[in-house]
């Protein structure tokens, strides 16, 4: 499978760089266009694929046409590259660019729509996708390989759900972040040095997440099994709630997916 892609910023990168580690494809499969110089060499050095400024150039021949560009650059971007050929298939990880925009755009049918998250750059990321209807069973398997290659990936067949994932799992890796950040601050604000706070904190979120994983159970069966009559963890957890810790977080997401919906 040939693969192009039009930018290659850091998504453009994290791609290049999960195809070749998982063996999707190899680097003269790979052609990218970006219009960085900077960036066409680091990526021909680093990864040996064909980095070039002409984006007509590096779609030619490809099975796979990757957009990832940012939103502004798009219009520009569908502009030079004009129609592809019947049998190439798009796929955009635009953020709020349209199936319909981007038909409309580019005069071509078949387009496929995603959003990866940021750890797809070491191939642990969430991917929300889908696609026109035009696109058949063996190209959305052949896309659905190149996704494969970031971490996991759901397939919603209403185009609607792309922007709440956006919201979600787009935007998710930010709040756990600042999640990390402000428990790691509680942690020193109680007494702990940064470092050991640090630690603490990051083996606690990944031990709680593999410890769901494996258990199959409803988040709060794990955390009453942890949650002693009278226990510290009661006193931490009603603070919490004081604070309105969870409809926060639900006017935080639906904030974003407003913002989502009106890019
Ligand atoms: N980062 C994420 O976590 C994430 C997650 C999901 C989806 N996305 C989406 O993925 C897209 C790319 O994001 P990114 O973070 O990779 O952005 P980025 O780092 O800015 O990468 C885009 C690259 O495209 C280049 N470019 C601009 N115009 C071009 C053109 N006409 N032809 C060829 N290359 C061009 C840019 O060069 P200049 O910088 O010189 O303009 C840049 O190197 C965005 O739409 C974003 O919403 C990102």
Redesign the pocket.
Same mark, same amino acid.
């Given at each position: 499978m040939k693969i192009a892609f039009?930018?290659?910023? +850091?998504?453009? !990168?994290?791609m290049v760089s999960c195809l070749l580690a998982k063996g999707v494809a190899e680097p003269p499969d790979i052609a990218v =266009?970006?219009? #960085?110089k900077t &960036?066409r060499e680091l990526l021909s050095g680093q990864y040996g694929v064909t980095a070039v $400024?002409d =984006?007509r150039e590096a779609i030619g021949g490809a099975d796979v046409i990757v /957009?990832?560009?940012?939103?502004q #650059? /798009?219009s &520009?971007?569908m502009e !030079?590259i004009g129609s592809p050929s019947p049998r190439q298939i798009v796929l =955009?990880?635009?953020?709020? $660019?349209s199936l319909s925009t981007l038909h409309r755009g580019l005069g071509h049918p078949l387009i496929i729509r $995603?959003?990866?998250?940021?750890p797809? &750059?070491i191939g642990e990321g969430m991917t929300a996708w889908t696609a026109s209807p035009e696109v058949s069973e063996d190209q959305r398997k052949m896309v659905g390989d190149v996704l494969g290659a970031l971490g996991e990936k759901v397939y919603v067949a209403d185009e609607k759900y792309i922007d709440m994932a +956006?919201a979600l799992s787009?935007s998710g890796?930010a709040y756990v972040f600042l999640f990390i950040e402000a428990l790691t601050d509680a942690g020193v604000h109680i007494g702990l040095p940064r470092d050991v706070a640090e630690r603490l904190v990051i083996q606690t979120i990944l031990g709680s997440v593999h410890t769901m994983e494996k258990a199959g159970k409803h988040p709060a069966e794990l955390r009453n099994m942890i949650t002693s009559p009278g226990g510290t963890t009661a006193e931490a957890l009603l603070e919490l709630e004081k604070g309105g810790f969870r409809s926060l977080l639900v006017t935080a997401v639906a904030a974003a997916y407003e913002k989502a919906k009106n890019l």
């Open positions: 039009v930018g290659g910023g +850091t998504m453009g !990168e994290a =266009s970006d219009v #960085d &960036r $400024a =984006s /957009l990832a560009v940012k939103p #650059d /798009l &520009r971007v !030079e =955009s990880i635009v953020v709020g $660019a $995603a959003m990866p998250n940021m797809a &750059r +956006t787009g890796p």
